[in-house]
């Protein structure tokens, strides 16, 4: 409602300032002043964020990307008619003010728009100030919805510039060709599985490795993908395509658990029709297919290996075929791919029409050149699509698989500060030792005070194991003798055994209980506060393990609580 009246507001205003105080001549050289800067604030977004914004602004990159140059642009032109234009061309009073009236609002049609579109990109909620364009509906495809603008100045702005890109501004790179629906990007940009999720992607952090597309379309496939794919994929008017990536996660890419999630707006693919008027859309895939866990222990596994062997581990990999990989269907609203290890190959299924070339990749906002797609026979498609999910988990099932979360990371639940107490020691930037509880900050930790993650021994990996409620339970009651919790709660692996270096016990209120000192380990599980996890409570076990190593199992005592079966990576 509050955008809706800013908007009337400033048009009318811009109408009335042009009409009265400037006059049409003016008010004409404006309206071509305002969009030219459109056109040039628009040319140089790209490369200006991905070059210079992104990495110091992170979350805010793209949005003062756009709306910095236009307001730098907007200050130069103002200051260069106060200088050398003046009301000069003298017309019939009433034929001046309608002509100037005119000319503001469509300068301020144009202004707000751009505006409208850069504010979008900023790290607000889905639906803020009512910019809302697309969402995910329940079958888990991205549509758009009713603008609730009354005036659409976003679309209008957005539909000047798709056709001056094409015609008069016209360049090698039109942006209708290169990013269509210039209005839905912002809410593409934002739609995201939480509002804490991720919505950035670094260049390297997706690598688009090829694109396949099969001879016919393959017969046999498993019921739930053929149902997955739609009725769409095998009617001869459209093509399936599979755009194949690696996937490289950083801290700047990953979501505040460690999982890196990618939700079906959050990786389009931009189609052309035609080469002399390519007539571009954007799709949204309809499925993920992503390595099993056993297949991603054995591709991080290839890294620290001899050639010899890695070469013959890499060839079972590829043999395994589709057993190696999982197929998911974006059927939901909340439906992603998520990836916790440090480096997958992934890849994203989309259904376009066949008339129509997969050109781009846009991942979250980053475009990336596709290559042309690879005709392959049906058998290798069915190999590339996977197996399907397994079937829903049982409470037992769910229950048990509530400490599946080992991952390789050093990283702190939630940052703090440096200045947390004279109880931790910290290096760099890191934490290097200490035994303390760390309250929950007042406010957000300031960048130059914090600390996101342990100091890691030189050749040495962490391990992070997660510890609920419900499993620490499990642990402590009527499965484990109260004797044995005077044993170690030991990580074993295919050449060592390791004890815990420490724990981050995260309370419901955010507070923090530290524990790390890599010269020291745990050498009994009644030092970890098992028994004082709350139902809203989260416990982090970490262990400092052997690059190369083969993980095996959790131990607590002579009690096997976790079978694990990851490969330790190398060293950073």
């Not at 997660?466 to 709660?489: E, N």
Request: proline share 8%; glycine share 8%.
């Amino acid at each position: 409602m509050l955008v809706n009246l800013f908007v009337i507001v400033f048009l009318i205003l811009m109408a009335y300032v042009w009409a009265v105080f400037h006059g049409f001549f003016p008010a004409l050289v404006h309206l071509v002043g305002v969009i030219a800067i459109g056109a040039i604030a628009l040319a140089i977004w790209e490369p200006i964020t991905v070059h210079f914004l992104l990495n110091p602004l992170q979350s805010y990159a793209w949005g003062l990307g756009l709306l910095l140059p236009i307001l730098l642009l907007t200050l130069m032109l103002r200051a260069l008619m106060a200088n050398f234009l003046s009301r000069g061309v003298s017309m019939m009073n009433w034929l001046d003010n309608i002509g100037g009236g005119l000319c503001g609002l469509g300068a301020g049609i144009v202004m707000s728009g751009l505006v409208m579109i850069g504010s979008g990109f900023m790290p607000m909620p889905i639906n803020a100030f009512g910019l809302q364009r697309v969402t995910i509906t329940d079958a888990g495809r991205v549509e758009p919805v009713a603008s609730n603008l009354w005036i659409p100045v976003d679309r209008m702005a957005a539909s000047l510039f798709n056709r001056l890109s094409g015609g008069a501004f016209s360049t090698g790179t039109p942006l209708r060709d290169y990013l269509p629906r210039l209005d839905e990007q912002p809410s593409m940009f934002r739609l995201r599985p939480t509002f804490q999720s991720n919505f950035l992607a670094w260049p390297g952090n997706i690598e688009v490795q090829d694109m396949l597309e099969p001879k016919t379309f393959p017969q046999g496939l498993d019921p739930q993908i053929l149902a997955a794919l739609g009725p769409e994929a095998r009617d001869g008017e459209h093509r399936l395509i599979i755009v194949q990536a690696r996937l490289r996660r950083t801290e700047d890419i990953r979501d505040s658990d460690e999982v890196t999630r990618f939700s079906p707006n959050q990786v389009q693919v931009i189609a052309w029709r035609g080469d002399d008027s390519p007539q571009a859309r954007n799709y949204t895939p309809v499925a993920a297919v992503q390595p099993t866990p056993e297949a991603t222990a054995e591709f991080l596994a290839l890294a620290g290996m001899p050639a010899a062997e890695r070469e013959i581990r890499k060839k079972k990999l590829e043999e395994a075929g589709k057993e190696a990989r999982r197929f998911a269907a974006f059927d939901s609203p909340g439906a992603t791919l998520a990836e916790s290890a440090r480096e997958a190959q992934v890849a994203w299924v989309y259904v376009i029409p066949a008339d129509r070339e997969a050109k781009f990749l846009l991942v979250r906002r980053l475009r990336q050149d596709l290559p042309r797609a690879t005709i392959v026979p049906p058998d290798r498609i069915i190999a590339a699509l996977g197996t399907p999910p397994p079937p829903p988990e049982t409470p037992e099932q769910a229950q048990a698989r509530e400490l599946t979360e080992v991952q390789f990371t050093s990283a702190l639940p939630d940052p703090i500060s440096t200045e947390s107490g004279g109880q931790l020691d910290f290096q760099g930037g890191q934490l290097v030792s200490g035994d303390q509880l760390v309250a929950k900050p007042d406010e957000p930790v300031s960048a130059l005070s914090q600390v996101t993650s342990f100091a890691v021994p030189k050749g040495k990996v962490v391990v992070r194991a997660k510890v609920v409620f419900k499993v620490a339970q499990s642990w402590i009651g009527q499965q484990v003798q109260r004797a044995a919790m005077l044993g170690p709660l030991v990580l074993t692996g295919s050449r060592e055994s390791y004890e815990p270096t420490g724990f981050v016990l995260r309370k419901a209120n955010g507070d923090q209980q530290i524990k790390f000192d890599p010269e020291a380990t745990i050498r009994s599980a009644s030092l970890i506060p098992l028994t004082q996890l709350g139902e809203e409570d989260t416990l982090y076990i970490y262990y400092l393990v052997t690059p190369g190593d083969e993980l095996r199992e959790v131990r607590l005592g002579q009690r096997k609580l976790l079978e694990v079966k990851q490969a330790v990576p190398a060293a950073k």
